[in-house]
């Protein structure tokens, strides 16, 4: 064994103990003092680029039978082109269990966020299959996905995503985190190679 520095600790302790010396000397030069005893920000002081803030879109959560569907979507649609926020058409009805529970996980705190912070919603009432099928069937099939049935439109009205498979026809077996996280992807869609 070679000369020792210092008094002679255990072969746990050592290592522990140096670690730990290490850890105290390397933070005590994170913030660095000038000559006249002010201290120096480190770079990482201020890491967050600051963003404009961004208004909350309104978040409804009931079909009303009233509205002008077609009118809704189109002032949606203006207001997107304006602040490129994806449309997000829900088709549903009062009645149905399924778009009661997803009303329901729009009330969560994260979904809302989601909602408000990065899409424009329009709830539409198809009644009994008697009202606003028409405007349905410009992009999905009301009978093959099921309601609720969602469409998310580009600002320029195209078709970014749909639940035409019926994922969310079923919407009470969904947790608020699988609708959160659906939004989400509808947003970042990965890339195709």
């Not at 005590?28 to 963003?51: E, I, K, M, N, W």
């Not at 979507?73 to 529970?101: M, N, T, Y």
């Amino acid at each position: 064994m070679g000369p020792s520095v210092g008094p002679s600790v255990g072969p746990s302790v050592g290592p522990a103990l140096g670690l730990l010396l290490g850890l105290l000397l390397g933070l005590t030069g994170c913030v660095q003092v000038d000559g006249r005893g002010v201290a120096l920000a480190p770079h990482y002081a201020h890491p967050f680029v600051s963003l404009t803030p961004v208004a909350p879109a309104p978040v409804p959560t009931d079909y009303d039978p009233r509205s002008d569907a077609s009118a809704a979507v189109a002032a949606a649609l203006a207001q997107s082109r304006r602040d490129g926020r994806p449309v997000l058409v829900e088709f549903g009805a009062d009645w149905c269990v399924d778009c009661q529970a997803l009303a329901h996980r729009v009330t969560d705190p994260a979904v809302r966020l989601v909602l408000q912070r990065d899409y424009r919603l329009v709830t539409v009432d198809i009644g009994h299959y008697d009202r606003n099928v028409a405007l349905a069937a410009r992009w999905i099939d009301l009978k093959r996905s099921g309601i609720p049935a969602l469409v998310v439109l580009n600002p320029d009205g195209t078709v970014r995503a749909t639940t035409q498979d019926g994922s969310f026809a079923n919407a009470r077996s969904l947790s608020s985190d699988d609708v959160a996280n659906r939004l989400v992807t509808w947003l970042y869609p990965s890339s195709r190679s």
